[in-house]
């Protein structure tokens, strides 16, 4: 039977990869921008394969941490809180020296009319950070958003693709990267720029989004006719082992699962689940946001979770009463706009 406790165990199993692995990695662990939707996962993913391998070492969550509930539980799992505003030089200079860093510190809802504050999230913070951690090994969360729409024919953006971003949103998130980049080349910084493309979590996420239309009948829109995902414990994982790969010159990784998703067919498989007929608008382009994590597969192999467990475990969620955090990923939108 599904509950919050059930689903928080699932994103916070580390595998016996992920343990392995972090045997070998040397130092603390800080994650900033720790209290956004997979923040907290992350802190406790990391936690517990260092609590499984036994190794004497810690997990710092950096956040603000407006939602005291979400601290608690940090706390109590044994995961060191540190309360930090990052646009605040004299926070970030409080906290300490860490030789790993998990930066996912970022805006992107609410962009339109106020980009301003994204830019200052997207660019300048990672400034203020950057010039804080110059010898820390980076992990630096971004956007499958940067890469221009292509064909599902194409298998997807590479890391090799151009960046092509289109609108204020996914423009910040290439600032963000080249801030970083530029910190790599001056400072000497070893980074990895980690381009995910939508996590799943029952909670939240596109099947979440797609499985609600069905279940409330509401139309789904078909401009985007196909997306990537990924199940959230598989992307937690792929984050932090890849703090083994940061490196100077940066190394840039694609993190999604290995299928090119229809909207349509995902629909109709949740609409056979909820005996319901999904209802449709709009008409598929013959391109989309899709994104080709080959590589991060064949250096972590493949996630856990299937496309298929996905989408049974979030119709499972939903007849079952879950939980909704009412943040949709607007995966439907193709001009940058959020």
């Not at 984050?239 to 229809?262: F, H, K, M, Y």
């Not at 467990?309 to 119709?315: G, L, N, R």
């Amino acid at each position: 039977m599904w509950d919050q406790v059930s689903l928080e165990k699932l994103l916070t199993k580390p595998s016996t990869r992920l343990v392995e692995d972090i045997k070998s990695m040397k130092g603390d662990i800080m994650i900033l921008g720790a209290g956004g939707k997979m923040g907290p996962s992350v802190c406790l993913m990391a936690q517990h394969a260092i609590n499984e391998a036994k190794l004497d070492k810690k997990v710092y969550a950096v956040s603000r941490f407006t939602n005291q509930e979400k601290r608690s539980q940090l706390e109590r799992e044994g995961v060191v809180v540190l309360s930090c505003d990052l646009q605040k030089k004299d926070d970030l200079q409080a906290l300490p020296e860490v030789e790993n860093i998990i930066f996912m510190a970022g805006r992107k809802f609410g962009t339109d009319g106020n980009e301003w504050q994204t830019w200052g999230m997207n660019a300048v913070v990672p400034t203020l950070v950057c010039e804080r951690f110059k010898k820390s090994r980076f992990v630096v969360f971004s956007s499958g958003n940067i890469y221009p729409l292509v064909t599902a024919s194409s298998g997807g953006a590479s890391e090799s693709t151009p960046c092509r971003p289109l609108g204020e949103y996914p423009q910040s998130c290439l600032a963000r990267e080249r801030i970083f980049e530029y910190y790599a080349k001056t400072c000497g910084t070893k980074v990895l720029i980690y381009r995910l493309s939508y996590a799943i979590a029952l909670e939240y996420g596109v099947i979440s989004d797609i499985a609600r239309k069905v279940y409330n009948q509401i139309p789904l829109d078909l401009g985007n006719g196909c997306f990537n995902c990924i199940w959230q414990a598989d992307a937690n994982e792929y984050a932090i082992r890849s703090l083994l790969l940061a490196d100077n010159p940066p190394v840039i990784l694609n993190a999604t699962g290995p299928e090119l998703v229809g909207v349509k067919e995902t629909a109709k498989k949740l609409g056979v689940l909820f005996g319901k007929d999904p209802i449709f608008t709009g008409e598929e382009n013959g391109d989309a946001y899709l994104i080709n994590a080959s590589k991060a597969h064949s250096v972590f192999g493949y996630p856990h979770v299937s496309l298929d467990t996905m989408i049974a475990w979030q119709a499972e969620w939903i007849l079952a009463g879950g939980h909704d955090l009412n943040m949709p990923t607007h995966f439907e939108e193709r001009k940058g706009s959020y």
